[in-house]
């Protein structure tokens, strides 16, 4: 059964600083996604990521995935109030159904 | 853009009593699946339903929920009994056909009380 773990669960950081959430999982998979939740609402996606070695940017946060590792990071570049959420990373165990398998979740905060 | 929507968006019921909670998917895509969040957790899945018929289920939904697309267009999550541990956000998901991205709808939030 597949095990997506993140961390951290909680992270707290100022506005300009660098950070970085890691999701690992435990069974062979090349399809990773990342969303962001803002509180009562859905989910956005962010990145889709299908190959090792992917690498996706979309202003201050950047996607990668190791398959080999399995393992993938989102970094954050000089932090933003606005970037303040929960972040999850999500892995298709595929099973042939294309269903998600879910991390816990990372909550960001951002401080000024 | 297209968009998955939800109804209702919050729905409130007492403990036994069914629900059914509709999505209306993009029109064009072929998969479907629920997923729930119990407040404050992670996303989980529940059922996966393609070409009219479940093609994958978790542990999570078992004979008390049902899924069907009646008419072609709505596709309904169908709780029968609902128990205490039901309230959560639902999520209709579905990706377009070829794509790798999942769409979300906005969701359901149930409360049972």
């Known amino acids: 059964e597949l095990k997506v773990e993140q961390n951290p669960l909680f992270l707290s950081m100022q506005e300009g600083k660098n950070y970085t959430i890691y999701c690992n999982y435990s069974t062979t998979s090349d399809r990773l996604y990342w969303y962001r939740q803002d509180p009562g609402k859905s989910l956005e996606s962010l990145f889709v990521l299908l190959s090792n070695g992917a690498v996706k940017q979309e202003g201050r946060l950047m996607a990668s995935l190791d398959t080999k590792a399995r393992l993938s990071t989102l970094h954050i570049t000089a932090a933003v109030h606005d970037l303040s959420a929960t972040y999850f990373c999500?892995?298709?165990?595929?099973?042939?159904?294309?269903?998600?398998?879910f991390g816990k979740g990372t909550k960001l905060t951002v401080n000024p | 853009e297209p968009e998955v929507t939800q109804t209702p968006s919050h729905q409130v019921t007492q403990m036994g009593q069914e629900v059914i909670l509709r999505c209306v998917p993009i029109s064009n895509h072929l998969y479907f699946y629920w997923y729930r969040q119990i407040l404050g957790q992670k996303v989980e899945f529940l059922v996966s339903?393609?070409?009219?018929?479940?093609?994958?289920k978790s542990e999570i939904f078992d004979d008390q929920f049902s899924v069907e697309r009646p008419d072609g267009s709505n596709f309904t999550l169908k709780i029968r009994s609902t128990k205490l541990e039901d309230s959560a956000m639902y999520f209709c998901?579905?990706?377009?056909?070829?794509?790798?991205?999942?769409?979300f709808g906005p969701g359901t939030r149930l409360t049972v009380l």
């Open positions: 999500a892995v298709d165990p595929q099973s042939g159904s294309e269903k998600l398998v």
């Open positions: 998901a579905s990706p377009p056909p070829g794509g790798d991205e999942q769409f």
């Open positions: 339903f393609y070409n009219n018929e479940i093609s994958e």
